[in-house]
């Protein structure tokens, strides 16, 4: 009978170290496949971020270039009507103009009603 447990045994044994060898192997292929996946996550998202640095630094190229174009043209704007606004204040004071007619009560009222009907109809249209 001892001769009979020690076959069983060894049998038992190798069978667990077979089971236990392809437990490895599988534990291998899981480990190197999800590290493979994660290298290919890494350098996609470093492509990405990649890409995103030269949207944002051509936008901000972009931003610049047009604020510059802007501060330019509104400080010729300024220039230009500063010149017209002093051109036409000697105008009227050389003519002995006044200052233009304001608005009567009744036509301040008429404004006030119409622009509350605007306002109504564009609440009413958003569904306030």
Request: charged content about 35%; proline content about 0%.
């Amino acid at each position: 009978m001892d001769m009979a447990k020690k076959t069983s045994r060894r049998t038992k044994g190798s069978h667990d170290g077979q089971r236990l060898g392809e437990f490895a192997e599988d534990l291998g292929r899981f480990l190197g496949t999800t590290q493979a996946r994660a290298k290919s996550w890494m350098k996609q998202r470093e492509a990405i971020a990649e890409q995103l640095v030269t949207v944002r630094d051509t936008a901000s190229r972009l931003l610049n270039e047009l604020s510059d174009t802007a501060t330019g043209a509104a400080s010729r704007r300024r220039k230009k009507g500063a010149r017209k606004l002093i051109a036409n204040a000697k105008k009227a004071a050389a003519s002995g103009a006044t200052r233009a007619r304001k608005f009567t009560r009744a036509q301040r009222l008429a404004q006030s009603r119409r622009m509350k009907a605007y306002w109504a109809k564009v609440r009413k249209a958003k569904g306030r």
